[in-house]
């Protein structure tokens, strides 16, 4: 017999061999219907493999993101099987699974795919799933997987098999397919139903350009087809939402080719926009005692020498700038930290000096390969809203808490209301791969975790996620449509202030190593606009927002009572455009409902002669008539109190 332990403790006796499968049916029949997969002792396992030992077990339904990456990792397989039963012959390379679904890499040899054959394929794919094949592994030495793949004449397989070690081989196979993995997989193709694929496109072997060209095939599955419409749907509206659609439609930024790819320029209501958010931060910033700096875009080399990146990043990023007198060797800045750190050791420091934050909103440059590159979300550069915290161990607490703060005040400000902090700590078995006395990352670990939880955070503590110079925490954030995003990071680093040899005389007199906590609200101005323009769909806040309020004459009589309403509202430091085209009044207000236009003012006979305005808001209508100072007075209160309308 061996013992089983369940997530609350509990232990249960069961024959050795016992599969996660029987045990959740043992429980109930309903419970093993839901079962996916299983974590065994930490790992994910398939439910159908035998138990041996005592172990830990949960049991892993739809709901858990490991088992959703096991059924997309199956239907990899299932889309494999479909492939290769319609053209014989292909071969595979490998078919992981994705945040939302999967894909798998196919040498087609004299095959053709197009996107008009998904559907067939898809079609397919329902047809096997419905022959509810078991997913069965098994473990086989080095020599008889060589044999199969070699008389299969697979070179991708092989190829995979000459890094792996004898004994750690296994084969799973489902109805006719099988494929060289080290799993875990779903109990059997049944639960599969909801199927679409999504994408076909071209990927070099191994993503590189000098190899073959083979084919991706993305796709989504779901264990219903009502989830897979219910995700079409978000599509669909991500589809709408789309910050690089919206970007051009609002005339935020632009990309030139001639400029360079992955470098956004701003537009000026996007220019507007970005001024904006940073005065917001600004103001927050000097409210919470940090100090701006200013530091170049390049550094020298040594700098980079001394902080590790040149040896960790060196070879893969932008190349150096020479100088052409004295051979010195520069980079383009990464990161601003360095820089920082030089500012930081400009002046002898005193633990009364202690914290001392230093902000900047600083623009950085990494190279990014072509096809990684993405809209405002993946770009060679990019302007963090930076900030660098030197403290005393005993202050990380504290400083975490104030940068929450400032986080949360972002998060209300900008309508971010579903959010959870995930805390990075070192791996519980492994300490010796950590940088930094183990004392001070007790204590910078239990701060972190004290500060969220004193600000009532709702949090996720990951084991072993930490990076080797400290721990951390980041707000993951779900925008309106229920999508996942990480913003906002506060890192402890102890690696720099090492590397850099920073100082500080404590009370003793003597010389102490401060603590530096890296922290970026935004992360960076691109992305977080990014993100921000899809979950408000570009209907930004009223205090952010580019143009407040849109004057429209309804013909060209009025201009002049437009232009005395345009002049008081820009006394008023409100921003404000005329629509100054012979257009009908409908279409003007169709045209600034597309632009996203927060207020509306229709200016016609009535309302010259009575000087007032009829006010429309966007997505709330008509709100009659006002004088104009009232309408300066709302605007105001709205501005003011940062409301969010909808
Ligand atoms: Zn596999
Ligand atoms: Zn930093």
Not at 86 to 113: A, C, H, R, S, T
């Given at each position: 017999?061996?013992?089983?332990?369940?997530?609350?403790?509990?232990?249960?006796?069961?024959?050795?061999?016992?599969?996660?499968?029987?045990?959740?049916?043992?429980?109930?029949?309903?419970?093993?219907?839901?079962?996916?997969?299983?974590?065994?002792?930490?790992?994910?396992?398939?439910?159908?493999?035998?138990?041996?030992?005592?172990?830990?077990?949960?049991?892993?339904?739809?709901?858990?993101?490991?088992?959703?990456?096991?059924?997309?990792?199956?239907?990899?397989?299932?889309?494999?099987?479909?492939?290769?039963?319609?053209?014989?012959?292909?071969?595979?390379?490998?078919?992981?699974?994705?945040?939302?679904?999967?894909?798998?890499?196919?040498?087609?040899?004299?095959?053709?795919?197009?996107?008009?054959?998904?559907?067939?394929?898809?079609?397919?794919?329902?047809?096997?799933?419905?022959?509810?094949?078991?997913?069965?592994?098994?473990?086989?030495?080095?020599?008889?997987?060589?044999?199969?793949?070699?008389?299969?004449?697979?070179?991708?397989?092989?190829?995979?098999?000459?890094?792996?070690?004898?004994?750690?081989?296994?084969?799973?196979?489902?109805?006719?397919?099988?494929?060289?993995?080290?799993?875990?997989?779903?109990?059997?193709?049944?639960?599969?139903?909801?199927?679409?694929?999504?994408?076909?496109?071209?990927?070099?072997?191994?993503?590189?350009?000098?190899?073959?060209?083979?084919?991706?095939?993305?796709?989504?599955?779901?264990?219903?087809?009502?989830?897979?419409?219910?995700?079409?749907?978000?599509?669909?509206?991500?589809?709408?939402?789309?910050?690089?659609?919206?970007?051009?439609?609002?005339?935020?930024?632009?990309?030139?080719?001639?400029?360079?790819?992955?470098?956004?320029?701003?537009?000026?209501?996007?220019?507007?926009?970005?001024?904006?958010?940073?005065?917001?931060?600004?103001?927050?910033?000097?409210?919470?005692?940090?100090?701006?700096?200013?530091?170049?875009?390049?550094?020298?080399?040594?700098?980079?020498?001394?902080?590790?990146?040149?040896?960790?990043?060196?070879?893969?990023?932008?190349?150096?700038?020479?100088?052409?007198?004295?051979?010195?060797?520069?980079?383009?800045?990464?990161?601003?930290c360095?820089?920082?750190?030089?500012?930081?050791?400009?002046?002898?420091?005193?633990?009364?000096?202690?914290?001392?934050?230093?902000?900047?909103?600083?623009?950085?440059?990494?190279?990014?390969?072509?096809?990684?590159?993405?809209?405002?979300?993946?770009?060679?550069?990019?302007?963090?809203?930076?900030?660098?915290?030197?403290?005393?161990?005993?202050?990380?607490?504290?400083?975490?808490?104030?940068?929450?703060?400032?986080?949360?005040?972002?998060?209300?400000?900008?309508?971010?209301?579903?959010?959870?902090?995930?805390?990075?700590?070192?791996?519980?078995?492994?300490?010796?791969?950590?940088?930094?006395?183990?004392?001070?990352?007790?204590?910078?670990?239990?701060?972190?975790?004290?500060?969220?939880?004193?600000?009532?955070?709702?949090?996720?503590?990951?084991?072993?996620?930490?990076?080797?110079y400290g721990?951390?925490?980041?707000?993951?954030?779900?925008?309106?449509?229920?999508?996942?995003?990480?913003?906002?990071?506060?890192q402890v680093d102890y690696n720099l202030p090492?590397?850099?040899?920073?100082?500080?005389?404590?009370?003793?007199?003597?010389?102490?190593?401060?603590v530096m906590i890296h922290?970026?609200?935004?992360?960076?101005?691109?992305?977080?606009?990014?993100?921000?323009?899809?979950?408000?769909?570009?209907?930004?806040?009223?205090?952010?927002?580019?143009?407040?309020?849109?004057?429209?004459?309804?013909?060209?009589?009025?201009?002049?009572?437009?232009?005395?309403?345009?002049?008081?509202?820009?006394?008023?430091?409100?921003?404000?455009?005329?629509?100054?085209?012979?257009?009908?009044?409908?279409?003007?207000?169709?045209?600034?409902?597309?632009?996203?236009?927060?207020?509306?003012?229709?200016?016609?006979?009535?309302?010259?002669?009575?000087?007032?305005?009829?006010?429309?808001?966007?997505?709330?209508?008509?709100?009659?008539?006002?004088?104009?100072?009232?309408?300066?007075?709302?605007?105001?209160?709205?501005?003011?109190?940062?409301?969010?309308?909808?």
């Amino acid at each position: 017999m061996i013992n089983i332990t369940f997530p609350d403790g509990a232990v249960r006796q069961y024959e050795e061999g016992v599969t996660a499968f029987d045990v959740a049916k043992s429980i109930s029949e309903g419970l093993a219907r839901k079962v996916l997969a299983a974590k065994v002792n930490g790992q994910v396992w398939d439910s159908s493999r035998p138990l041996k030992n005592d172990a830990e077990i949960k049991f892993l339904t739809w709901d858990d993101e490991e088992a959703k990456s096991t059924f997309w990792h199956s239907s990899a397989h299932l889309m494999a099987e479909a492939v290769e039963s319609m053209y014989p012959g292909v071969k595979f390379w490998v078919g992981p699974p994705l945040e939302k679904g999967f894909y798998y890499d196919i040498d087609l040899g004299d095959n053709q795919i197009g996107e008009e054959d998904l559907k067939n394929i898809e079609k397919k794919m329902s047809e096997l799933a419905k022959q509810n094949s078991q997913f069965i592994r098994k473990e086989i030495s080095k020599a008889d997987a060589v044999k199969y793949f070699e008389e299969k004449g697979d070179e991708y397989k092989l190829d995979l098999l000459s890094n792996l070690a004898d004994g750690e081989i296994t084969f799973y196979t489902q109805g006719n397919f099988t494929d060289l993995c080290r799993g875990p997989h779903i109990p059997n193709t049944g639960t599969i139903k909801g199927i679409k694929l999504t994408a076909i496109a071209g990927a070099y072997w191994k993503g590189d350009e000098k190899n073959k060209m083979l084919t991706r095939i993305y796709g989504v599955t779901f264990p219903s087809n009502k989830e897979l419409e219910e995700y079409l749907v978000l599509l669909e509206e991500a589809k709408k939402r789309d910050h690089r659609k919206l970007g051009k439609e609002l005339e935020l930024f632009t990309f030139s080719e001639k400029v360079g790819m992955g470098l956004p320029m701003w537009l000026p209501k996007g220019a507007m926009l970005r001024e904006r958010l940073q005065q917001f931060m600004q103001k927050l910033q000097v409210e919470s005692g940090y100090l701006p700096v200013i530091t170049p875009h390049i550094g020298h080399k040594q700098l980079y020498v001394t902080s590790g990146h040149f040896e960790k990043y060196g070879k893969d990023s932008f190349q150096p700038i020479k100088t052409p007198q004295e051979g010195e060797e520069f980079f383009l800045k990464p990161m601003n930290c360095p820089h920082h750190c030089e500012i930081y050791k400009s002046s002898p420091r005193s633990y009364k000096d202690l914290p001392i934050r230093f902000a900047e909103f600083g623009t950085v440059y990494r190279y990014e390969q072509h096809g990684e590159l993405h809209g405002l979300t993946r770009v060679r550069g990019f302007t963090q809203d930076d900030a660098h915290l030197f403290c005393m161990a005993s202050q990380v607490k504290d400083e975490f808490k104030k940068v929450i703060d400032l986080v949360l005040y972002v998060f209300k400000a900008l309508d971010f209301q579903n959010y959870t902090a995930q805390i990075s700590l070192r791996d519980k078995e492994d300490r010796s791969k950590y940088i930094g006395s183990d004392e001070n990352w007790e204590i910078a670990e239990a701060s972190i975790m004290e500060a969220a939880a004193e600000k009532g955070l709702n949090t996720v503590i990951e084991y072993g996620e930490a990076a080797f110079y400290g721990p951390k925490l980041d707000f993951m954030v779900r925008d309106a449509i229920g999508r996942k995003w990480q913003l906002g990071t506060i890192q402890v680093d102890y690696n720099l202030p090492e590397r850099f040899e920073l100082t500080y005389i404590g009370e003793d007199n003597s010389k102490h190593r401060p603590v530096m906590i890296h922290r970026a609200p935004f992360g960076s101005l691109e992305r977080f606009i990014a993100v921000l323009t899809e979950h408000c769909a570009g209907k930004f806040p009223l205090w952010l927002t580019p143009v407040q309020v849109k004057l429209l004459p309804i013909s060209d009589k009025f201009m002049g009572y437009a232009e005395i309403v345009s002049q008081k509202l820009k006394n008023s430091d409100i921003r404000v455009e005329i629509d100054d085209r012979s257009e009908k009044i409908g279409k003007k207000i169709r045209d600034t409902e597309l632009a996203k236009v927060p207020y509306m003012l229709v200016i016609g006979e009535k309302e010259e002669s009575e000087e007032k305005v009829s006010v429309r808001r966007q997505a709330k209508g008509d709100l009659g008539s006002k004088t104009i100072d009232e309408f300066i007075q709302m605007v105001k209160e709205e501005v003011d109190s940062k409301a969010v309308i909808e």
